[in-house]
Protein backbone atom coordinates (compact mmCIF):
# COMPACT_ATOMS: atom_id res chain seq x y z
CA UNK A 1 0.00 0.00 0.00
CA UNK A 2 1.25 3.61 0.64
CA UNK A 3 4.05 3.37 3.25
CA UNK A 4 2.91 6.28 4.91
CA UNK A 5 5.40 8.63 6.32
CA UNK A 6 4.66 9.59 10.17
CA UNK A 7 6.12 12.99 11.65
CA UNK A 8 9.14 11.44 13.37
CA UNK A 9 10.29 10.40 10.28
CA UNK A 10 9.96 13.66 8.43
CA UNK A 11 12.08 15.00 11.23
CA UNK A 12 14.48 12.41 10.59
CA UNK A 13 14.58 12.69 7.01
CA UNK A 14 14.78 16.69 7.16
CA UNK A 15 17.95 16.01 9.53
CA UNK A 16 19.80 13.62 7.76
CA UNK A 17 18.75 13.06 4.46
CA UNK A 18 19.97 14.39 1.00
CA UNK A 19 17.80 12.31 -1.05
CA UNK A 20 14.57 13.97 0.34
CA UNK A 21 11.97 15.56 -2.32
CA UNK A 22 9.21 16.84 -0.12
CA UNK A 23 6.41 18.06 -2.46
CA UNK A 24 3.66 20.39 -1.00
CA UNK A 25 0.54 19.71 -3.02
CA UNK A 26 -1.29 22.58 -1.41
CA UNK A 27 -2.51 26.04 -3.31
CA UNK A 28 -0.20 28.79 -3.29
CA UNK A 29 -2.54 30.95 -0.34
CA UNK A 30 -2.16 28.20 1.78
CA UNK A 31 1.31 27.67 1.11
CA UNK A 32 2.39 31.42 1.69
CA UNK A 33 1.38 30.78 5.21
CA UNK A 34 3.41 28.40 5.99
CA UNK A 35 5.49 25.53 4.64
CA UNK A 36 7.89 22.63 5.90
CA UNK A 37 11.78 23.49 5.34
CA UNK A 38 13.15 21.88 2.49
CA UNK A 39 9.50 21.43 0.24
CA UNK A 40 9.24 22.43 -3.11
CA UNK A 41 5.49 24.02 -4.06
CA UNK A 42 3.80 21.33 -6.88
CA UNK A 43 0.26 22.40 -6.33
CA UNK A 44 -2.20 19.33 -6.72
CA UNK A 45 -3.80 20.26 -9.79
CA UNK A 46 -0.34 20.57 -11.92
CA UNK A 47 1.48 17.50 -10.23
CA UNK A 48 0.44 15.53 -13.18
CA UNK A 49 2.13 17.76 -15.52
CA UNK A 50 5.07 18.20 -13.62
CA UNK A 51 6.17 14.75 -13.29
CA UNK A 52 5.63 14.45 -17.10
CA UNK A 53 7.87 17.70 -17.68
CA UNK A 54 11.52 16.64 -19.20
CA UNK A 55 14.20 16.76 -16.62
CA UNK A 56 14.98 20.11 -17.93
CA UNK A 57 12.10 21.87 -17.86
CA UNK A 58 11.15 20.03 -14.29
CA UNK A 59 14.71 21.59 -12.67
CA UNK A 60 13.71 24.89 -14.75
CA UNK A 61 10.22 25.52 -13.02
CA UNK A 62 11.09 24.20 -9.73
CA UNK A 63 14.21 24.85 -9.02
CA UNK A 64 15.58 21.23 -8.24
CA UNK A 65 16.37 17.98 -10.04
CA UNK A 66 13.45 15.94 -11.54
CA UNK A 67 12.57 12.90 -9.26
CA UNK A 68 14.07 9.40 -10.32
CA UNK A 69 10.87 7.19 -10.92
CA UNK A 70 12.21 4.79 -7.82
CA UNK A 71 13.52 8.05 -5.76
CA UNK A 72 13.99 6.72 -2.35
CA UNK A 73 12.49 9.22 -0.29
CA UNK A 74 9.47 11.06 -2.51
CA UNK A 75 7.17 12.22 -0.24
CA UNK A 76 3.87 14.17 -0.53
CA UNK A 77 1.62 16.69 1.76
CA UNK A 78 -0.79 18.66 1.32
CA UNK A 79 -2.66 20.22 4.78
CA UNK A 80 -4.59 17.15 6.32
CA UNK A 81 -3.47 14.43 3.66
CA UNK A 82 -5.76 13.89 1.60
CA UNK A 83 -5.17 15.91 -1.27
CA UNK A 84 -1.29 14.53 -0.95
CA UNK A 85 -3.18 11.07 -1.21
CA UNK A 86 -4.55 11.90 -4.72
CA UNK A 87 -1.47 13.05 -6.06
CA UNK A 88 0.59 9.93 -5.31
CA UNK A 89 -1.92 7.92 -7.04
CA UNK A 90 -1.30 10.69 -10.07
CA UNK A 91 2.78 10.06 -9.55
CA UNK A 92 2.29 6.10 -9.49
CA UNK A 93 0.26 6.34 -12.01
CA UNK A 94 3.02 7.97 -13.92
CA UNK A 95 5.59 5.47 -12.29
CA UNK A 96 6.79 7.14 -9.56
CA UNK A 97 6.16 4.02 -7.23
CA UNK A 98 8.10 4.82 -4.29
CA UNK A 99 5.85 7.89 -3.82
CA UNK A 100 4.98 8.26 -0.08
CA UNK A 101 2.27 10.52 1.94
CA UNK A 102 3.24 12.29 5.31
CA UNK A 103 -0.33 11.15 6.28
CA UNK A 104 -0.30 14.43 9.34
CA UNK A 105 0.41 16.79 7.10
CA UNK A 106 0.67 20.21 7.80
CA UNK A 107 -1.96 19.96 10.35
CA UNK A 108 0.65 17.76 12.21
CA UNK A 109 3.28 19.19 11.39
CA UNK A 110 2.05 23.08 12.74
CA UNK A 111 0.50 21.69 16.03
CA UNK A 112 3.95 20.08 16.58
CA UNK A 113 6.18 22.74 15.65
CA UNK A 114 4.10 25.74 17.16
Not at 53 to 70: R, V
Amino acid sequence: MTNPVSYEELKALLAKSKDLILIDVRETDEVNKGRIPRSTHIALGTVETAFKMSPEDFQATYGIPKPALDAPELVFYCRSGKRSAEAISKARELGYVTARNYTGSYLDWSRREG
